[in-house]
């Protein structure tokens, strides 16, 4: 899935924009991969605001070691994923691709318990029972 970040206008089903690599509060991002693997898939992008200011990441090689990391530890199962790097504006973005999951369901792990998430609209939610029973089926 390629994307063109200045192009994305807000946030939609298949993509989310983080201005930060949030590292204290994972859950924040964590939902979306969550959600993506459960759903049909989706782009998270990094060092972009919801306004489409280009705002880069001072530390994207380190940033991009913690993303991998931290969905290893905090995801179950894993999903299929390609991090990449972007170049915008002299400017570095991270993009996570996440592919639609055969497996599922995907669950977040924190806070001592597991949540699978679901995209609707431009939000992961939490699968209801019918969805999660659908995902577990």
């Known amino acids: ?11 939609a089903t298949e993509y989310d924009k983080k201005r ?6 994972v859950k924040s991002w ?3 991969v ?6 049909f898939g989706g782009t998270l992008i990094w060092g972009i605001t919801n306004d489409n200011e ?14 991998s990391e931290t969905i290893k530890a905090k995801i179950d199962s894993i999903p299929k994923v390609n991090l990449r790097f972007h170049m915008e504006d002299d400017k570095k973005l991270i993009l ?5 999951g055969k497996e599922t369901p995907y669950y977040y792990v924190g806070e001592g318990n597991m949540t699978a998430y679901i995209r609707l609209g431009n939000e992961s939610v939490p699968a209801d029972n019918i969805t999660l029973k659908r995902l577990v089926l």
């Open 54 to 67: 280009v705002v880069g990441l001072e530390d994207a090689e380190s940033d991009a070691e913690f993303i």
């Open 96 to 100: 996570l691709d996440v592919y639609a």
């Open 20 to 25: 930060i690599v949030e590292r204290k509060q």
């Open 1 to 11: 899935m390629r994307i063109d970040p200045k192009k994305l206008i807000g946030e």
């Open 34 to 39: 969550s959600a993506f693997a459960n759903s």
């Open 30 to 32: 964590l939902k979306s």
